[in-house]
């Protein structure tokens, strides 16, 4: 019926998302469950919780009107809890105090006194090609559906259609698979997608989590089976050499 099963919504405030499921009782994900993704400074307290221990930067949030946190390491990645991309795409990337202060009043300006800024720390990704700002890390997308990792996809396919790094090798795959269930298992959302990324020694690391009801891929295959699996059907399209099956 239209009042049952999974809905992509886009994304959106949460309060406009809890009126549009409100009278549909059987559509998931509910309101409290897509909460704890659309930021991430509360993904990794969440993570924390459930004492899930992934590889991961180092993250601090950057207090307004307090002094800086203590232990800082530059450089440093500067975001919001909500977003890594600066108005025009560039990436964030400061070498010392005075420059962290300034990224995070800039940001501030443009997007709200009271936005949530974090700093973390660098990683040295392995290149996957070339954007429009700049090297583009050899990073993916998974998708856990039902708290089971399903599927993968490489994340700038709309920019890069050939990537390096990939096809990924079988074992690249089942650390990813492990990976994605150890974060995928401290939501209760149906549909989370985690995002990896390559260093250039060939480790991964968790960048972050979100709700899948908003989130995209380049790779169609990949979103309409992730779409069946969500209907209880199995994918029939097979992977290829940027995206595919857990």
């Avoid at 232990?71 to 500067?78: A, I, W, Y």
């Avoid at 025009?88 to 800024?117: C, K, N, P």
């Avoid at 990683?123 to 993916?140: C, F, S, W």
Wanted: charged share 25%; hydrophobic share 40%; proline share 6%.
């Amino acid at each position: 019926s239209a009042a049952a099963g999974f809905l992509f919504a886009g994304a959106r405030p949460i309060e406009d998302y809890r009126e549009l499921v409100g009278g549909r009782p059987l559509v998931r994900d509910r309101s409290e469950e897509r909460e704890p993704l659309l930021r991430l400074d509360i993904v990794l307290q969440t993570l924390d919780r459930a004492g899930v221990r992934v590889p991961r930067p180092r993250t601090w949030v950057l207090p307004l009107d307090a002094p800086l946190p203590t232990g800082l390491t530059f450089p440093l990645f500067v975001r919001t809890a909500e977003s890594s991309w600066k108005k025009g795409g560039h990436i964030s990337r400061v070498r010392t105090m005075a420059e962290l202060e300034d990224e995070a009043s800039l940001l501030r300006r443009a997007l709200g006194w009271d936005a949530v800024i974090l700093a973390r720390e660098w990683l040295d990704l392995a290149t996957a090609g070339e954007g429009r700002y700049g090297p583009l890390p050899q990073e993916v997308r998974t998708w856990v559906v039902d708290s089971v990792p399903f599927a993968w996809s490489f994340h700038y396919l709309h920019l890069v259609a050939r990537p390096r790094g990939f096809p990924l090798a079988a074992d690249d795959l089942e650390t990813l698979r492990n990976l994605a269930g150890e974060v995928g298992s401290a939501f209760r959302s149906r549909l989370v997608v985690a995002d990896f990324a390559r260093g250039e020694d060939g480790h991964w690391w968790f960048i972050e989590a979100g709700p899948g009801s908003c989130a995209g891929t380049g790779h169609e295959q990949v979103f309409k089976g992730v779409a069946r699996r969500l209907r209880g059907e199995e994918a029939k399209e097979d992977g290829n050499a940027v995206g595919g099956w857990l």
